[in-house]
T-cell receptor, first 112, second 110 residues
Framework: GAGVSQSPSNKVTEKGKDVELRCDPI?????LYWYRQRLGQGLEFLIY????????KSGLPSDRFSAERTGESVSTLTIQRTQQEDSAVYLC??????????FGPGTRLTVL | RKEVEQDPGPFNVPEGATVAFNCTYS??????FFWYRQDCRKEPKLLMS???SGNEDGRFTAQLNRASQYISLLIRDSKLSDSATYLC???????????FGRGTSLIVHP
């Protein structure tokens, strides 16, 4: 069966531009997470969606970051007015409640 | 103190060696524990869950010590293909947000 997919796999943008990253979770997985991983660093939690409940946005680093998810399907992470410090790999993961997280391959974002 | 701490390494071991990593966590209410493996420039993948009674999967053994608040991962008969970063993951009781350690790097050489 299909795993978690993310697009684009790589994104190069200029400082100040907006970017939108997409995540397609595994069908039937109610939970969806976004993480950021800077080069050589650990995973930094950004946001968590669970079914139709209000998302947990406690990890978003600034109001330039936002994410949406419709039901239990696709999620998009939007970064407005990108800065160089936003350069990182953005990872999406989905899971059934409290069980193993399955990660997508990530989107490598480079802000010039 | 960080919520989840790991020795970043690298642990540099020869093939066939036995190597062990520890991961300490600060919140005594933590309930779920996992080890993930992350290869260079790849996404993390679950290696094994860590149960209170400990668990073993082939060459890999994971244990939980609640009293001292750490989990461990033991790898026996190391293979070159075991070279990766091993991430410790802890979830507090009542929370659905896992906390990832920064990982321990393992390099297995011929």
């Amino acid at each position: 069966g299909a795993g978690v997919s993310q697009s684009p796999s790589n994104k190069v943008t200029e400082k100040g531009k907006d970017v939108e990253l997409r995540c397609d979770p595994i069908s039937g997985h109610t939970a969806l997470y976004w993480y950021r991983q800077r080069l050589g660093q650990g995973l930094e939690f950004l946001i968590y969606f669970q079914g139709n409940s209000a998302p947990d946005k406690s990890g978003l680093p600034s109001d330039r970051f936002s994410a949406e998810r419709t039901g239990e399907s696709v999620s998009t992470l939007t970064i407005q007015r990108t800065q160089q410090e936003d350069s990182a790999v953005y990872l999406c993961a989905s899971s059934l409640l409290r069980f193993e997280q399955f990660f997508g391959p990530g989107t490598r974002l480079t802000v010039l | 103190r960080k919520e989840v701490e790991q020795d970043p390494g690298p642990f540099n071991v020869p093939e066939g060696a036995t190597v062990a990593f520890n991961c300490t966590y600060s919140n005594s209410a933590s309930q779920s524990f996992f080890w993930y493996r992350q290869d260079c420039r790849k996404e993390p993948k679950l290696l094994m869950s860590v149960y209170s009674s400990g668990n073993e999967d082939g060459r890999f053994t994971a244990q939980l010590n609640r009293a001292s608040q750490y989990i461990s991962l033991l790898i026996r008969d190391s293979k070159l293909s075991d070279s990766a970063t091993y991430l410790c993951v802890v979830t507090r009781g009542g929370s659905y947000i896992p906390t990832f350690g920064r990982g321990t790097s393992l390099i297995v050489h011929p």
